[in-house]
């Protein structure tokens, strides 16, 4: 078995700065792609951003230049690190990762996600 666990989400002022760090555990052999993804109220669940295991990043065109996505390999942990936020970007953000398990199974992994609120 293999969890996601998230951190770093709370509450930010316009402007602000958070970073979210996924830290992928369990039974892993290895962890492709990971990437964030978040839901606002009302709306469907989107990508943010997402790395490959080689380093290559793609973003949603609202959060180019704004948001960077990193990822330490040997921690197989996953960090989004999120400036100029706008009020527009809150939402519950949710960590998924690729990964292929010890039994060489693999799949889609998703966190429990974490709140991000942006407010004055």
């Known amino acids: 078995q293999v969890q996601l666990v998230e951190s770093g989400g709370g509450l930010a002022q316009p402007g602000g700065s958070l970073r979210l760090s996924c830290a992928a555990s369990?039974?892993?052999?290895?962890?492709?792609?990971m990437g964030w993804y978040r839901q606002a109220p009302g709306k469907q669940r989107e990508l943010v951003a997402a790395?490959?295991?080689?380093?290559?990043?793609n973003y949603a065109d609202s959060v180019k230049g704004r948001f960077t996505i990193s990822r330490d390999n040997a921690k197989n942990t996953v960090y989004l690190q999120m400036n100029s936020l706008k009020p527009e970007d809150t939402a519950v953000y949710y960590c998924?990762?690729?990964?292929?398990?010890?039994?060489?199974?693999?799949?889609?992994?998703w966190g429990k996600g974490t709140l991000v609120t942006v407010s004055s």
């Open positions: 998924n990762a690729n990964v292929k398990d010890r039994s060489y199974v693999t799949r889609d992994y």
């Open positions: 790395i490959t295991s080689g380093g290559s990043t």
């Open positions: 369990g039974s892993i052999f290895s962890v492709n792609a």
